[in-house]
């Protein structure tokens, strides 16, 4: 085995050769977060929507209202068609 190969090859891939790193004393980059305004849009969406309740009382009371005193009245024929276009809408 020749040593002076071993010397030709190391060479060529700067084995010998090391760089010394230097410090850095003061960050001058930091990491920085920015929001679309349509991401603050959905943000200010979501929180409404969370806020909201579910049930809207004011509806519920006023149904009942009707119902006790009977004067709450649901034709049949709107409300087989409200089922049936939203049936239909589902499937598209």
């Given at each position: 085995?020749?040593?002076?190969?071993?010397?030709?090859?190391?060479?060529?891939?700067?084995?010998?050769?090391?760089?010394?790193?230097?410090?850095?004393?003061?960050?001058?980059?930091?990491?920085?977060?920015?929001?679309?305004?349509?991401?603050?849009?959905?943000r200010?969406?979501?929180?409404?929507?969370?806020?909201?309740?579910?049930?809207?009382?004011?509806?519920?009371?006023?149904?009942?209202?009707?119902?006790?005193s009977?004067?709450?009245?649901?034709?049949?024929?709107?409300?087989?068609?409200?089922l049936?276009?939203?049936?239909?809408?589902?499937?598209?």
């Open positions: 085995m020749r040593i002076d190969a071993f010397n030709k090859v190391s060479q060529v891939y700067n084995a010998n050769k090391v760089n010394k790193i230097k410090k850095t004393t003061g960050n001058s980059f930091s990491d920085k977060l920015e929001i679309s305004q349509v991401g603050q849009d959905y200010v969406a979501k929180n409404i929507v969370r806020q909201t309740p579910d049930i809207r009382e004011d509806k519920v009371a006023d149904i009942k209202k009707r119902m006790e009977g004067t709450y009245n649901v034709n049949m024929q709107e409300v087989a068609d409200k049936v276009n939203r049936y239909f809408d589902e499937l598209v």
